[in-house]
C-alpha cells in the first residue's frame, strides 16, 4: 500500500497515562521518557491533570519543562483545558470568570510552548469570541473538542461553524475525537459490564443492537430480558456512543486543528477493537489534514477493577499502528534501500 | 472512574491527641481524571460499619494542612491533586475498635458545567492492627 502524501505528524496525550499516574508509578518526567522510548515526536498535557498547582506555577515549572522537551526530544502540541464553574460556594461562574479562566489557560499554554489548546465541549460561542484576542496575540488556536455524542452534524457544533466563519480567524477551529466513529461497540466495555453482574444475553442485545444502529428499542429490549435498573443505566451509556461516518468530515477539515485519536482496546494483532483507524486516516489525508494525531487511550477505566492497566504498552501499539497507517514504514523502507 | 482507588488502605489506623484515642484516619483519593480546587469536593457520605459519619465530624489534611471537612466549600484556590491522597481524620473518641471495619464513601466532585457533579462509591473492609 502506497500512502499519499501528506504531513500529518504524530502525538500523545498524556492522559493516556493517567492510571500510571494517579497511582504513583510514573511522574511527569517519566511519562515524557516514555513518549521518546516510543518514538512519539508531540506532547499534549491536561494541566490541570498532571500540572499540580495549575494554572498557578512558577517560572521555574516551565524552565523544567522546556529543559524536558530539550532532553527528551519533544514537541510540546496542545494544552487541554477546563472551565469549572462551580468553584465559588452558591452561585455559578460568570462569564467574565469563565473568559478570565480561559485567558488563564492562555497564558499557561504559551509558556508552555503549545500552539493549541483543546476547549472543552461545554464552551458557548461568547466566550471564545472574548478569549479570542488573547489567543491570537499569542498565536494559540481555540479549538473546541468534538466528542461523542456530538458530531459536527449536531446543532451546537454548527452554531460555532458559523460563529468560526463570521469571526474568520485561523486560530478558532476543533480538536476531533475520533471516538466519534466506534462503529464496533467495545468489547472491553461489556467485558467490564460482565465482570459487575450483567446478564450475557443483556450485555450481548446492547453490543448487538449498537452494532446494528438499532438503538431506539433498548430500554424495551433490556427490560424485556429480565433487566435491571443498574442495567438500563449503563445502557444510557451505550447511547453516548456514536458511529458516525468519516467522510461527513470532509466539508469542515479546514476547522480541524488537531485530533484525539481516542482508544481503548489495542488487540495483539495491533488494531483498536472498535474504531476503524484504516478508514479514518485515508479521509483525514484526503482533506489535507496537517496536524497532529494524538493517541488517546481511555480503556484503563474499564480494567482498573480487575486487571493491571498497561498504557504505555497500549499506546506503544497504537503508535505503531498510526505510523503504518500514516506510512512512516514504508519511508523507513525507502530509507534503509 | 477511580471508584476502586478511592479508599487508601495504608492510612487506616487510630489517632491520639493528648495522649489519649480521638479518632480515626484513613486515605481518600478524588475519583475524578483531574485535580481539583477544593471547593469542588462535595459532598463526602461515609458510613463505618453501617453507621452514617456527619462532615461535622471529619477534617481534611492535604500536604500537611488540615481543613475542616465543611470549611473546603469556601477554598475555591486549595487544590486537591489528581491521585494525590487525602487524609480524612474522624472525630471519635475512643476510636475504632480492633480488627475488621467496613469503609465505605461515597465522594461527589462539582465537576458540572450547570449545577451538580458526579459520584464515586468505594467500600473496603480495613483492619484497626493491635
Same mark, same amino acid.
Given at each position: ?10 502525538? !500523545? ?10 497511582l ?7 511519562l ?10 508531540g506532547?499534549?498535557?491536561?494541566? %490541570? ?9 512558577? #517560572? ?9 522537551m530539550d532532553?527528551?526530544g ?18 455559578r ?15 499557561? !499554554?504559551?509558556r508552555l ?15 471564545? %469570541? ?10 494559540i488556536?481555540? =479549538?473546541?473538542?468534538?466528542?461523542a ?5 449536531h $446543532?451546537? %457544533?454548527? *452554531?460555532?461553524?458559523?460563529?468560526? *466563519? ?5 486560530y ?9 466513529f466506534?462503529?464496533?461497540? $467495545?468489547?472491553?466495555?461489556? =467485558? ?11 450485555? =450481548?442485545?446492547?453490543? =448487538? ?7 431506539? /428499542?433498548?430500554?424495551?429490549g ?22 458516525? #461516518?468519516?467522510?461527513k468530515?470532509? $466539508? ?11 482508544f ?22 484526503e482533506? @489535507? ?8 487511550? *481511555? ?8 486487571? &493491571? ?5 497500549? &499506546?506503544?501499539?497504537h ?6 497507517l ?7 523502507? @525507502?530509507? @534503509?534501500? | 472512574?477511580?471508584d476502586c ?5 495504608? !492510612? ?12 480515626? /484516619?484513613?486515605?481518600?483519593?478524588i ?14 457520605e461515609?458510613?463505618? #460499619? ?11 489534611t ?11 466549600v469556601?477554598?475555591p ?5 489528581f @491521585? ?5 481524620t474522624?472525630?471519635k $473518641? ?13 465522594? %461527589? ?22
Amino acid at each position: 500500500m502506497m500512502t499519499k502524501a501528506h504531513s500529518i505528524k504524530r502525538a !500523545a496525550s498524556l492522559y493516556s497515562f493517567q492510571e500510571e499516574y494517579f497511582l504513583g508509578k510514573l511522574n511527569l518526567e517519566d511519562l515524557l521518557a516514555t513518549c521518546q522510548q516510543l518514538d512519539i515526536p508531540g506532547v499534549e498535557i491536561i494541566g %490541570e491533570q498532571m500540572i499540580p498547582g495549575y494554572p498557578h506555577l512558577p #517560572d521555574a515549572f516551565f524552565e523544567q519543562w522546556h529543559g524536558w522537551m530539550d532532553q527528551y526530544g519533544l514537541t510540546p502540541v496542545c494544552l487541554d483545558q477546563f472551565i469549572f464553574p462551580q468553584i465559588y460556594k452558591g452561585r455559578r461562574m460568570t462569564e467574565d470568570e469563565m473568559v478570565a479562566s480561559l485567558q488563564e489557560d492562555i497564558r499557561v !499554554a504559551s509558556r508552555l510552548g503549545c500552539s493549541i489548546i483543546r476547549v472543552q465541549h461545554s464552551i458557548t460561542s461568547s466566550i471564545l %469570541e472574548r478569549a479570542l484576542p488573547a489567543a491570537e496575540k499569542a498565536g494559540i488556536s481555540l =479549538d473546541v473538542e468534538i466528542h461523542a455524542p456530538n458530531t459536527l452534524e449536531h $446543532p451546537f %457544533e454548527q *452554531e460555532l461553524i458559523r460563529t468560526f *466563519e463570521r469571526m474568520g480567524s485561523p486560530y478558532l477551529g476543533f480538536v476531533l475525537d475520533l471516538g466519534i466513529f466506534t462503529s464496533r461497540f $467495545p468489547r472491553i466495555i461489556t =467485558d467490564a459490564w460482565l465482570r459487575k453482574g450483567m446478564k450475557p444475553e443483556i450485555a =450481548d442485545f446492547i453490543s =448487538d443492537s449498537y452494532d446494528r444502529g438499532q438503538m431506539e /428499542q433498548l430500554e424495551d429490549g433490556i427490560r424485556a430480558r429480565g433487566g435491571t435498573q443498574d442495567d438500563l443505566d449503563v445502557a444510557f451509556f451505550a447511547k453516548h456512543l456514536v458511529s458516525s #461516518d468519516p467522510r461527513k468530515l470532509l $466539508p469542515y477539515m479546514q476547522y480541524i486543528h488537531h485530533v484525539h485519536a481516542k482508544f481503548n482496546d489495542m488487540t495483539d494483532e495491533g488494531w483498536d477493537d472498535s474504531i476503524r483507524y484504516e478508514e479514518i486516516i485515508p479521509v483525514l489525508v484526503e482533506g @489535507g489534514f496537517s496536524g497532529y494525531l494524538s493517541s488517546e487511550y *481511555e480503556g484503563g477505566w474499564y480494567l482498573q477493577d480487575a486487571f &493491571v492497566v498497561d498504557a504505555v504498552e497500549q &499506546v506503544r501499539r497504537h503508535q505503531l499502528m498510526l505510523k503504518h497507517l500514516l506510512g512512516e514504514d514504508e519511508q523507513a523502507a @525507502g530509507k @534503509g534501500a | 472512574m477511580y471508584d476502586c482507588y478511592m479508599i487508601v488502605a495504608e !492510612a487506616f489506623k487510630n489517632v491520639e491527641k493528648d495522649g489519649q484515642v480521638s479518632g480515626y /484516619q484513613f486515605g481518600l483519593r478524588i475519583p475524578f481524571f483531574s485535580g481539583v480546587v477544593v471547593s469542588l469536593v462535595g459532598r463526602t457520605e461515609l458510613s463505618v #460499619d453501617g453507621e452514617t459519619v456527619p462532615e461535622e465530624a471529619m477534617s481534611i489534611t492535604l500536604r500537611g494542612q488540615t481543613y475542616p471537612k465543611t470549611a473546603l466549600v469556601n477554598d475555591p484556590v486549595t487544590r486537591w491533586e489528581f @491521585g494525590e491522597t487525602g487524609i480524612v481524620t474522624v472525630f471519635k $473518641p475512643g476510636g475504632l475498635s480492633k480488627g475488621e471495619h467496613t469503609i465505605d464513601v461515597r465522594q %461527589e466532585v462539582l465537576i458540572g458545567w450547570q449545577t451538580g457533579g458526579i459520584f464515586g462509591h468505594d467500600t473496603k473492609k480495613l483492619r484497626i492492627e493491635p
